[in-house]
């Protein structure tokens, strides 16, 4: 491998030289392979791994909301036509699912480090669900002090529901807010007054949660100032944690229809990033650390654990309505369809609708294109969990995102810059083209080779 870590002069190309031929073996037919590491790497403190049972973050998908949000394209449906026994269905299925899969994949042992109940808008399930849920959760599983998110609406976040929050011991609260000017938000379909958000937001910070805030930029009227407004009235908040998204226009959501009408007029690519490089300076002159390529908290502290444990590899069973997680080499998503997700639950059997079984390549990939929107990707521990070192793999694109500015790598970390940080995804799919040409699979990758 070449030095890719100090800017060294370029050395004059040299004549290519034969493949060392060291470490042949001899012709010999003494020495049979028993086992593969040989004997000699095996040591006594890798005995306890075996048995150590493996980490785990589990994902509650709550797909009801107030309303379908002009720009959502989540799995959501509205509460529209008073559908509380819809819903008490919908979470005692849950309820089921955590527990026939803590039995039928081995889950009760594992100590379960983050709960995530996304949306949708958690939020809005009844005291006696949230409840309910929180029980099963402990019947079924090992809690090990999990971090646990609760997403919501701010409108949702009443004294009452904070307090069932509180006694649950959720210590985190995400609340959606996109943007603090009503006249942003209320072109949305949404109904947030400022002031509503601020007092969700104060509601939460008192149950002693850490608070997150998403903020979503490319809205349609949104202006270098009113996106200004909404970045320095969340860092005035105080919250623990600020997550920026970029909003995608998907073909299912009714900003699609309005933009291709030319109802709404959306930011163009190149004033969002704009406004997001904006917020990233703003962030960052008041102490706002990145711990992924969305989310930024007060001096790099209150980490949002379950997208970083994830993103290291490890298991989340996702239950609910088109969630989706992994255990082991096995991806999967549950259904689209409510009533289907329901009845099967019901019957006993697997929601699931599709799944990728990965091979050990894919893991790999996985672990350094996920990685590294975490930030800063340990190529050290990388090396020891894949045996790949990825400074040799993607060495040429690396030198090439080195000179374009958007990593850096030392000993230790391949790092976004500042600028890597607007583009992490593009960042990721290089690392990931790279890798795949090295292994023969990718796009570019030489022909295969016939023997
Ligand atoms: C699933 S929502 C849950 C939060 C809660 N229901 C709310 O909106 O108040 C989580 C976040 O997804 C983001 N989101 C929704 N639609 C999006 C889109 N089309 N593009 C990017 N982010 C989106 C929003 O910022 C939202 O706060
Ligand atoms: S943004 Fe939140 S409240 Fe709006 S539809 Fe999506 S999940 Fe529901």
Redesign the pocket.
């Known amino acids: 491998m070449l030095d890719i870590i100090q800017d060294k002069p370029q050395a004059a190309p040299r004549e290519p030289e034969a493949p060392p031929r060291t470490g042949e073996p001899d012709l010999s037919r003494k020495g049979v392979i028993l086992t593969y590491p040989m004997f000699r790497f095996w040591n006594k403190e890798a005995v306890d791994l075996g048995v150590k049972p493996q980490r785990l973050n589990i994902y509650v998908h709550m797909p009801y909301?107030?309303?379908?949000?002009a720009?959502?394209y989540?799995k959501?449906t509205t509460l529209k036509d008073n559908r509380l026994q819809e819903i008490d269905r919908y979470a005692a299925s849950v309820c089921k699912e955590l527990e026939t899969g803590s039995q039928r994949f081995h889950l009760r042992e594992r100590p379960v480090e983050t709960v995530y109940f996304g949306?949708?808008?958690p939020t809005l399930l009844s005291e006696e669900n949230i409840d309910k849920l929180f029980a099963t959760l402990r019947e079924n599983f090992t809690l090990d002090h999990p971090q646990i998110t609760f997403?919501g609406?701010p409108v949702t976040l009443t004294e009452r529901k904070a307090a069932v929050l509180q006694r649950n011991q959720v210590n985190r609260i995400s609340l959606?807010i996109?943007s603090f000017k009503e006249e942003i938000v209320f072109q949305?379909g949404?109904r947030d007054t400022e002031e509503q958000t601020m007092k969700a937001i104060e509601l939460a910070k008192a149950t002693g949660a850490e608070v997150n805030v998403d903020l979503l930029s490319g809205l349609a009227g949104e202006t270098p100032e009113t996106w200004a407004y909404s970045v320095r009235r969340a860092i005035e908040a105080g919250v623990h944690n600020i997550t920026l998204y970029k909003l995608e226009l998907y073909a299912n959501t009714p900003y699609y229809t309005s933009e291709k009408h030319n109802e709404i007029e959306l930011p163009t690519d190149e004033e969002e990033l704009v406004l997001i490089e904006y917020a990233h300076a703003e962030l960052a002159k008041h102490g706002y650390r990145p711990v992924n390529a969305f989310t930024f908290t007060k001096g790099g502290a209150h980490d949002q654990l379950n997208t970083r444990s994830r993103w290291q590899g490890n298991d989340s069973y996702a239950v609910g309505v088109s969630a989706f997680g992994s255990l082991g080499t096995w991806n999967y998503q549950n259904t689209n369809d409510i009533s289907a997700y329901v009845e099967a639950v019901e019957r006993g059997e697997l929601a699931a609708f599709r799944a990728y079984n990965s091979n050990t390549f894919d893991l790999a990939v996985r672990d350094a294109v996920m990685g590294i929107k975490l930030v800063r990707l340990d190529h050290l521990w990388f090396r020891e969990k894949h045996g790949l070192d990825l400074l040799t793999v993607c060495e040429d694109e690396l030198r090439r995102l080195v000179d374009e500015r958007f990593v850096t790598v030392d000993d230790q970390e391949i790092a976004l810059t500042a600028r890597g940080l607007i583009f992490p995804d593009y960042v990721a799919r290089r690392i990931e083209g790279a890798m795949k040409q090295f292994s023969g699979t990718g796009f570019g990758s030489r022909a295969r080779v016939r023997f």
Do not use: A, D, K, V
């Not at 909301?65 to 949000?69: E, F, K, M, N, S």
């Open positions: 909301c107030i309303q379908r949000c720009y959502c989540f959501t949306g949708g808008t997403e609406e959606g996109q949305t949404r």
